[in-house]
């Protein structure tokens, strides 16, 4: 069982930078597969990306490829998601997942276990 934790969102004009971090409980952080997902009220959930569990893979979103780069350090059992270049249409609710196995996951049902998310604001 692991625990997810996200924090680091908030308010930031367009063009600005966010780092988003998924502290996760439990001492099998690093069998975990991860991902970032958001959804903003009205929307549905979407991918934004995903990470395996030694990091060496990586998978983006279009929308986010090339301003967002996800990232983990399993001997902090977080995960993190920079983003730069920060768009109006980025706005919403960030959550991480994470489940067993080495692949990387897209579909927001192959997740176990979520994150309760943090707001992302971006203001033009």
């Known amino acids: 069982q692991v625990q997810l934790v996200e924090s680091g969102g908030g308010l930031v004009q367009a063009g600005g930078s966010l780092r988003l971090s998924c502290a996760a409980s439990?001492?099998?952080?690093?069998?975990?597969?991860m991902g970032w997902f958001r959804q903003d009220p009205g929307k549905e959930r979407e991918f934004v990306a995903a990470?395996?569990?030694?990091?060496?893979?990586?998978d983006y979103a279009d929308s986010v490829k090339g301003r967002f780069t996800i990232s983990r350090d399993n001997t902090k059992n977080t995960m993190y998601l920079q983003m730069n270049s920060l768009k109006p249409e980025d706005t919403a609710v960030y959550y991480c997942?994470?489940?067993?196995?080495?692949?990387?996951?897209?579909?927001?049902?192959?997740?176990?276990?979520w994150g309760q998310g943090t707001q992302v604001i971006v203001s033009s």
């Open positions: 997942a994470a489940r067993g196995g080495n692949q990387l996951y897209r579909l927001g049902a192959s997740y176990e276990h």
């Open positions: 439990g001492r099998t952080f690093s069998t975990y597969a």
């Open positions: 990470i395996n569990w030694s990091g060496s893979r990586v």
